[in-house]
């Protein structure tokens, strides 16, 4: 039997990968972003739809007491550094308006200012994705497709250097009837 030695268990992988494809449902991804959104009101109608190389969002914005509809391409949609980027590409109103790709630009940085970040200069629109992808976790996107209904994403190589502890638990703030909660995260 061999047993592994401490250094060996701390500069392993857990888990690795090479090159990987996976395929997500374009129905099931735009319902999930639905709900995600459904808070947010400057958002509403939201579509995906997509060929090739480019996803196409189509959503209603409202801004200043004006409601109109966009359909926005994104492009070269890469993941990496636990950060989610893209370039801004073609933009249309589809009630014919013409829409500045800096309106765009400013509403996506103003609604969730907190995670969306515009490299100055450009087109570009990065996502802090930190909150969801652990640091142990090594991940980047090296393309995207859509391919009927479904969205294509291949993963360059990658691991899990290990499986992040639960959060502790802690007892709720004086309501008998509530469940345990997570603590922050």
């Known amino acids: 039997m061999i047993i592994p030695t401490m250094s060996r268990l701390l500069s392993a992988p857990l888990v690795r990968w090479d090159d990987f494809h996976m395929v997500f449902d374009l129905p ?15 958002l ?20 200043k007491g004006v409601s109109i ?5 994104l492009t070269e949609i890469r993941i990496r550094h636990r950060r989610l980027g893209f370039r801004l590409g073609r933009l249309r109103s589809l009630g014919g308006l013409p829409i500045p ?8 940085q103003g609604t969730v200012p907190e995670l969306v970040t515009i490299l100055p200069g450009s087109d570009i629109v990065v996502v802090d ?3 969801w992808i ?16 479904g969205l294509h994403v ?9 499986i992040p502890l639960p959060q502790k638990q802690q007892l709720g703030s ?6 345990l909660v997570s603590g922050p995260q």
């Open 134 to 149: 652990p640091p142990e976790v090594s991940l980047r996107i090296v393309a995207v497709q859509v391919v009927g209904d």
């Open 174 to 179: 004086g309501k008998p009837e509530k469940s």
């Open 129 to 131: 994705l930190r909150r």
């Open 154 to 162: 291949w993963l360059a190589s990658g691991s899990v250097l290990e």
């Open 69 to 73: 509809r966009v359909q926005v391409e």
């Open 44 to 63: 509403s109608n939201l579509e995906l739809d997509g060929r090739d190389d480019r996803l196409s969002v189509v959503v209603q914005v409202h801004w």
């Open 28 to 42: 099931a991804v735009e319902w999930m972003l639905r709900r995600r959104l459904g808070n947010v009101e400057a």
């Open 101 to 108: 790709k800096i309106a765009v630009l400013r509403t996506l």
